[in-house]
């Protein structure tokens, strides 16, 4: 079979290669890839500035974002063949620590996870892949074109969850959410918005391309505008921070009105550097009760929540949200920026091209 593999730390390394087809271990399923997401991750992994391969090998499979159909699953696994699935992303640290012992492996607190596509293990991106059944998430059938897009709103399911727990503390009725960045983790996370009954506005730098229609299809608010400026007009109770931009990042957290929750998602790159006036920015975190968190990954319950989502979505925005379908074969246009891309996928089989 076909495998998007590539040697982690090497520049431009990534390929095609032809692989053994893989052997489920013992109660694992069989899985029919049909397609792989290309993230932000994705193209840091094939730039060479991120990703591990497994213990003793050279080379890792590329690809987190998954979907498959079943092709062969045992007895007693809870899945039949046909199945429409998606695997989850990370796997618990193996000392454990106390998180990963109970099975809340997002928030692992000795780094030692590991994450398939990622960090020493192989991800989804080959015509077969395997997966454990208490790591495999089905899917509702009417989402076999946009299904790949469950490990994305997982990501932002768990950052939900923690902005409504986070909120519990003391009295919460959020009416208001502004999320920065209309990419697909924030058109998503603006998606659970609406679905919470929320007033919703989005924030990014382009003024055209499909952004700004699919957000007006939400029934959101498009915002083409300085991020300092949006905060002081709408005073947001929630914002969902999804740019990873130091400049947005700042002013956000320092544009919160009381008890204010920003909740970061965007991984950035370090190496820039930005003037701070650390004292004015503690001094309304602290006088505002704000609390500023960040979020990454996604246990079960998470993608559980995720594929409700995605099932009480408009399919057809959805399908809006994935601009660009590229074949395997072509694999290295999925990790070139096009203008007006949204979520690029690679077609792991032709019925997803
Ligand atoms: C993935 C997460 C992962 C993170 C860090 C993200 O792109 O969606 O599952 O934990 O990268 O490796």
């Known amino acids: 079979m076909r495998a998007l593999t590539l040697i982690p730390g090497q520049a431009d390394s990534v390929t095609l290669t032809d692989e053994p087809d893989p052997e489920p271990g013992d109660g694992e399923l069989l899985v029919h890839g049909l397609a792989l997401g290309v993230c932000g991750t994705d193209k840091e992994i094939v730039a060479g500035r991120y990703g591990w391969p497994p213990e003793g090998r050279e080379r890792l499979v590329l690809g987190h974002e998954s979907l498959g159909r079943v092709e062969h699953a045992p007895e007693g696994s809870g899945f039949t063949e046909g199945d429409l699935v998606a695997g989850v992303v990370r796997r618990p640290d193996p000392v454990p620590c106390g998180a990963c012992a109970r099975g809340e492996f997002d928030m692992c607190r000795n780094g030692e996870y590991t994450e398939r596509g990622i960090k020493q293990r192989d991800g ?4 077969r892949w395997t997966v454990e059944p208490e790591y495999a998430i089905r899917l509702d059938p009417a989402l076999e074109r946009v299904g ?7 990501v932002v399911a768990k950052a939900w969850e923690q902005v409504e727990v986070i909120g519990r503390r003391s009295w919460f009725e959020p009416q208001t959410v502004l999320v920065t960045g209309a990419g697909p983790i924030g058109l998503l996370a603006a998606m659970i918005g609406t679905h919470r009954g929320l007033d919703v506005h989005v924030l990014d730098r382009v003024d055209r391309g499909p952004k700004p229609e699919l957000v007006a299809r939400l029934g959101a608010t498009y915002h ?3 991020a300092a400026e949006v905060m002081r007009r709408l005073e947001p109770d929630v914002v969902i921070e999804a740019t990873g931009a130091g400049r947005v990042v700042l002013d956000v957290m320092s544009g919160t009105s009381g008890y204010g929750i920003v909740c970061l998602t965007g991984v ?8 701070v006036d650390v004292g004015a920015l503690n001094r309304e975190i602290v006088l505002e009760n704000d609390v500023v968190v960040g979020s990454v990954n996604a246990n079960q319950r998470h993608y559980r929540a995720a594929a ?3 099932s009480a979505a408009d399919t057809e ?15 290295g246009r999925a990790f070139t920026a096009e203008d ?4 690029v996928v690679i077609a792991l089989d ?3 091209g």
């Open 124 to 127: 989804f991106g080959s015509e």
């Open 148 to 154: 790949v897009l469950v490990e994305p709103t997982s």
């Open 224 to 226: 083409h505008a300085d």
């Open 268 to 275: 950035s790159s370090p190496g820039r550097s930005l003037e």
């Open 308 to 310: 409700d989502a995605l």
């Open 317 to 331: 925005w959805l399908d809006g949200l994935i601009t660009r379908r590229v074949p395997l074969a072509d694999f």
């Open 340 to 343: 007006h891309d949204v979520k």
């Open 350 to 352: 032709d019925s997803q």
